[in-house]
């Protein structure tokens, strides 16, 4: 199994800020993924993250609004950009264990843009 | 795109009591994740399927893959109270499955919500 920690917990922004959220993981992965889930709702992909490599998007979501970083294996941030009431959301960070077809999933980061 | 159907979307049911959650897929799955998800939380990893006619059990829990590998149940045997939470079905698209690399990207169904009275 993998230990994930996520970095805020939950916090509250004013609309037109951005905010780092990091994911670490106690071991190394090759793949991370960032998932949304907005209230009431399942989670939704945002994007893959490599490291070494650009993140992936997946449809309807930008890297202007949701720059990655990857620097090393253990550890990814997803920034959202220039929030807005409709990013409030919880933010998971989930790490595929390769061969294993285990997927485990960070505590989250719950956000609430005012 | 790979769509997920749960049922039911809510479930309450008395201490003791057997239940189960089913997940439908519209295409052939490749894998199927059970997970748990208590309010405002991350999801707790219960379960992956992914050959037809698996079954898998953990504790009171056990979970199957039907032979054509389209659907999915969750069973709880003797239900209790720690048992409540959201029971989330994720899929791994058929289409991705390119050297097992892509099994993160999960499509999840809307999950059912159990609650469980004491």
Redesign the interface.
């Given at each position: 199994s993998a230990v994930i920690s996520q970095k805020p917990s939950r916090d509250i922004c004013q609309r037109g800020t951005s905010l780092t959220i990091q994911c670490q993981v106690d071991s190394q992965v090759t793949m991370m993924f960032w998932y949304r889930q907005q209230p009431g709702q399942s989670l939704t992909l945002i994007a893959t993250a490599n490291q070494g490599s650009e993140a992936t998007y997946e449809s309807g979501f930008v890297i202007d609004k949701f720059p990655i970083s990857r620097p090393n294996l253990t550890f990814s941030t997803l920034t959202v950009s220039n929030m807005s009431p409709e990013d409030s959301s919880i933010y998971l960070c989930s790490v595929d264990l390769g061969d294993e077809y285990e997927q485990y999933f960070g505590p989250g980061t719950r956000l609430t843009v005012t | 795109s790979q769509e997920l159907e749960q049922s039911p979307q809510s479930l309450i049911v008395q201490e003791g009591k057997n239940l189960t959650i089913n997940c439908t897929s519209s295409k052939t799955l490749y894998?199927l994740?059970w997970?748990k998800q208590k309010y405002?939380?991350?999801?707790i990893?219960l379960m992956?399927l992914?050959k037809g006619g698996e079954e898998k059990s953990h504790e009171k829990i056990t979970a199957k893959l039907d032979e054509k590998k389209q659907q999915s149940s969750l069973h709880i045997t003797a239900s209790q109270p720690s048992h409540a939470g959201i029971y989330?079905c994720?899929a791994v698209p058929a289409a991705n499955n390119a050297g097992?690399?892509s099994?993160?990207?999960?499509?999840?169904?809307?999950?059912t919500i159990l609650t469980v009275h004491p």
């Open positions: - | 894998g994740y997970y405002g939380e991350g999801l990893f992956m992914q989330l994720g097992g690399t099994y993160g990207k999960l499509t999840f169904g809307q999950g």
